[in-house]
C-alpha cells in the first residue's frame, strides 16, 4: 500500500535573522488534512557543498583535523568544503582536496548526496571518494595549516572510536565508502 503525500502549503514567509552563511526564515504552512503550523528554517546562500574521502592507495585514507567553531574543539574528518561559484561539484571536491590534503585526484567517483539537517536546514553535501591522487597543494581559506592523519581503512572500527572522529557527514562517508570499496575488491 502506497500513501501520496501532499505537501503542505506554504502560506506566508519572513525572514526572521541573517548572517554571512545563512539566514532564518519563519514558514507558515497549511498541511492537507487543514493543520496549520508554523515552523523555522535556515537557507544556505551557497551552491552546496562537497566532502571527498581520498583513498592514497586501496587501504588507506586521508583525513584531516581541523578547529570547528561549533564544538570549539580540534575535529578528526574527512576533508570538505562549499562550493565556488562556476564550479561543478567533483571541481570543487578536487579543489578543496589540493587546499586541505596537498593531493589532487585524478578519479573521482560520486558516492552518495546527504542531506545535513533536513528538518531544518535547506542544505546538502555531495560525497565523493578520490582515487589516483598525486601531489598538488593549493593555497586555502584556513586559518591555520591542518593536520593530515593517515588511516587503514580495516581500521574503521578504531577510527569511530576516535573520540574527536564524530562528525555525522564523515561517519556516514566512510560507511558508505568502506562498503563501495568492500564491494569493488571482491
Known amino acids: 500500500m502506497s500513501n501520496i503525500l501532499t505537501l503542505p502549503e506554504i502560506t506566508q514567509r519572513k525572514q526572521v535573522a541573517k ?88 578519479k573521482l567517483t560520486h558516492v552518495h548526496r546527504v542531506a545535513t539537517a533536513p528538518a531544518f536546514f535547506a542544505a546538502s553535501m555531495e560525497i565523493f571518494l578520490a582515487e589516483n591522487l598525486y601531489v598538488e597543494k593549493l593555497p586555502g581559506d584556513e586559518p591555520e595549516e591542518l593536520e593530515v592523519v593517515v588511516w587503514k581503512i580495516a581500521d574503521y572500527q578504531a577510527l569511530l572510536a576516535q573520540p574527536d572522529f564524530n562528525e555525522a557527514r564523515s561517519i556516514a562517508a566512510l560507511m558508505l565508502v568502506k562498503d563501495l570499496v568492500n564491494k569493488t575488491s571482491k
Not at 498541511?31 to 592514497?56: D, H, T, W
Open 19 to 106: 548572517s554571512r552563511l545563512f539566514a532564518i526564515e519563519q514558514i507558515d504552512l497549511t498541511f492537507s488534512n487543514g493543520e496549520k503550523r508554523e515552523y523555522e528554517r535556515m537557507q544556505g546562500y551557497g551552491r552546496g557543498a562537497v566532502l571527498i574521502v581520498p583513498m592514497l592507495d586501496n587501504e588507506t585514507l586521508l583525513l584531516v583535523r581541523e578547529y570547528c567553531a561549533g564544538t570549539h574543539s580540534y575535529e578528526l574528518g574527512f576533508p570538505k568544503g562549499l562550493i565556488d561559484e562556476g564550479e561543478i561539484p567533483e571541481q570543487a571536491a578536487n579543489r578543496e582536496l589540493k587546499e586541505e590534503v596537498g593531493y589532487g585526484a585524478k
